[in-house]
C-alpha cells in the first residue's frame, strides 16, 4: 500500500493571455473551483494508476473541505486518516497563460497543522510506500519518514515546492524526485557541481547522496541515477493545454508501479507518459489519466517494449 503524508488544497484557477507582471492587472476568464494539494494530487494519481492509496493530511473547518475531498472520494481512496484542523482549507491561487505556463500562490490553511502522528501507529509495514511533498511542516515530515523506515517501509521525497534540504534530512529517504530545474536548486545548496544537463546533475546528487535521485525533465522525459546506473525514459509528444499537476501524476504513478512490484525503469516509463497525457487537460485532479489510458498511451512510445 502507499501512504501518502502530505497537503491538501482547494485550486482556485484563471485563465489569461499572459501572466500579469508586477502592478499589471490583465483580464481572466471565469475563475474554476478544482480539488488540488501536493499531497492529495499524487494519492489520485496513484489511485487512478491502480494502487491502494491512503492520504493522511488535514483540511478546514469550511465549505471548500468537500470540494478539495471530492475526486479523492470518487476515486476509493482511503481517507479515514484525513482531520480537521483550523478554520480554512489549503488554497493554491493559480493563473495560467495561453502557453499553459502558470503561476502559483499557496495558502498553506490546515496543511501547516499536520503531524507526524496523525499517520497512526501500526499503520505503515514492509513492502509500504510513504510518498512525501513539501508543503506541510517539513519537520512533521521528516519524523514521517523516520518512523516508515523504521517500520521497513520506502520512502519517497518530492523536494517540491522547492526549499532547501541539508543532507541529514535525507537519511530516511530511499528515493529524490524533483525536476531539472529543483535538481540544480539542490546541487547548488549542498555545494554541489551542476552538470550540462539534468542528467549529469541527477548523478552528481545521488553520488553525494547515495540515494536513488529522479529528475522529469519535461517534454524529454525523465532520467534517474540508481544504483550507479543511469535510466532514462521518454515523453510522450502532446500539446499542452496546461501542465499544472504534471510533476505530481509522474511522482504519484511512479510510487504506484513500484508497489506493485516493477523495476523503476518500467515505474518511470509509465509515470512520464501519464505526466505528458495530464497535461492535456485544464485543471490538476480533473487531468490524471487512469491506469487504461496510460497502457494505451504507452504503444506510442518508441522506447518502451
Given at each position: 500500500?502507499i501512504?501518502?503524508?502530505?497537503?491538501?488544497?482547494?485550486?482556485?484557477?484563471?485563465?489569461?493571455?499572459?501572466?500579469?507582471?508586477p502592478?499589471?492587472t490583465?483580464?481572466?476568464?471565469d475563475?474554476?473551483?478544482?480539488?488540488?494539494?501536493?499531497?492529495?494530487?499524487?494519492?489520485?494519481?496513484?489511485?487512478?494508476?491502480?494502487?491502494?492509496v491512503?492520504?493522511?493530511?488535514?483540511?478546514?473547518?469550511?465549505?471548500?473541505?468537500?470540494?478539495?475531498?471530492?475526486?479523492?472520494?470518487?476515486?476509493?481512496?482511503?481517507?479515514?486518516?484525513?482531520?480537521?484542523?483550523?478554520p480554512?482549507?489549503?488554497?493554491?491561487?493559480?493563473?495560467?497563460?495561453?502557453?499553459?505556463?502558470?503561476?502559483?500562490?499557496?495558502?498553506?490553511?490546515?496543511?501547516?497543522?499536520?503531524v507526524?502522528?496523525?499517520?497512526?501507529e501500526?499503520?505503515?509495514?514492509?513492502?509500504?510506500?510513504?510518498l512525501?511533498?513539501?508543503?506541510?511542516?517539513?519537520?512533521?515530515?521528516?519524523?514521517?519518514?523516520?518512523?516508515?523506515?523504521?517500520?521497513?517501509?520506502?520512502?519517497?521525497?518530492?523536494?517540491?515546492?522547492?526549499?532547501?534540504?541539508?543532507?541529514?534530512?535525507?537519511?530516511?529517504?530511499d528515493?529524490?524526485?524533483?525536476?531539472?530545474?529543483?535538481?540544480?536548486?539542490?546541487?547548488?545548496?549542498?555545494g554541489?557541481?551542476?552538470?550540462?544537463?539534468?542528467?549529469?546533475?541527477?548523478?552528481?546528487?545521488?553520488?553525494?547522496?547515495?540515494r536513488?535521485?529522479?529528475?522529469?525533465?519535461?517534454?524529454?522525459?525523465?532520467?534517474?541515477?540508481?544504483?550507479?546506473?543511469?535510466?532514462?525514459?521518454?515523453?510522450?509528444?502532446?500539446?499542452?493545454v496546461?501542465?499544472?499537476?504534471?510533476?505530481?501524476?509522474?511522482?504519484?504513478?511512479?510510487?504506484?508501479?513500484?508497489?506493485?512490484?516493477?523495476?523503476?525503469?518500467?515505474a518511470?516509463?509509465?509515470?512520464?507518459?501519464?505526466?505528458?497525457?495530464?497535461?492535456?487537460?485544464e485543471?490538476?485532479?480533473?487531468?490524471?489519466?487512469?491506469?487504461?489510458?496510460?497502457?494505451?498511451?504507452?504503444?506510442?512510445?518508441?522506447?518502451?517494449?
Amino acid at each position: 500500500m502507499i501512504t501518502i503524508f502530505g497537503s491538501i488544497n482547494i485550486d482556485l484557477v484563471c485563465r489569461t493571455a499572459h501572466l500579469p507582471r508586477p502592478g499589471e492587472t490583465v483580464p481572466g476568464s471565469d475563475y474554476q473551483l478544482i480539488a488540488g494539494g501536493k499531497g492529495a494530487n499524487q494519492a489520485l494519481a496513484a489511485r487512478r494508476a491502480g494502487a491502494a492509496v491512503r492520504l493522511v493530511g488535514a483540511v478546514g473547518a469550511d465549505d471548500m473541505a468537500a470540494i478539495a475531498l471530492s475526486e479523492l472520494n470518487a476515486a476509493g481512496t482511503d481517507l479515514a486518516s484525513v482531520v480537521t484542523r483550523g478554520p480554512t482549507t489549503g488554497m493554491a491561487i493559480i493563473t495560467v497563460d495561453q502557453h499553459a505556463e502558470n503561476t502559483i500562490v499557496l495558502s498553506p490553511g490546515a496543511n501547516a497543522r499536520l503531524v507526524a502522528s496523525d499517520l497512526g501507529e501500526g499503520r505503515l509495514g514492509e513492502g509500504d510506500t510513504l510518498l512525501l511533498q513539501m508543503e506541510v511542516p517539513f519537520a512533521e515530515s521528516l519524523e514521517a519518514a523516520r518512523r516508515a523506515k523504521a517500520a521497513g517501509a520506502r520512502v519517497m521525497l518530492s523536494i517540491a515546492p522547492f526549499l532547501p534540504v541539508e543532507r541529514a534530512a535525507l537519511v530516511d529517504v530511499d528515493i529524490i524526485l524533483v525536476n531539472e530545474t529543483e535538481a540544480g536548486d539542490l546541487a547548488r545548496h549542498l555545494g554541489l557541481p551542476v552538470g550540462p544537463d539534468g542528467a549529469a546533475t541527477v548523478a552528481t546528487l545521488a553520488e553525494a547522496l547515495q540515494r536513488t535521485v529522479i529528475a522529469t525533465l519535461g517534454a524529454d522525459g525523465a532520467v534517474a541515477a540508481h544504483q550507479g546506473e543511469t535510466i532514462r525514459v521518454a515523453s510522450l509528444p502532446v500539446v499542452p493545454v496546461d501542465t499544472t499537476g504534471a510533476g505530481d501524476t509522474f511522482a504519484g504513478v511512479t510510487a504506484a508501479l513500484l508497489d506493485q512490484g516493477e523495476p523503476l525503469s518500467v515505474a518511470m516509463q509509465y509515470a512520464a507518459v501519464a505526466g505528458a497525457l495530464a497535461c492535456t487537460r485544464e485543471g490538476a485532479q480533473p487531468s490524471f489519466p487512469l491506469r487504461g489510458a496510460i497502457d494505451e498511451a504507452l504503444a506510442a512510445v518508441p522506447s518502451f517494449p
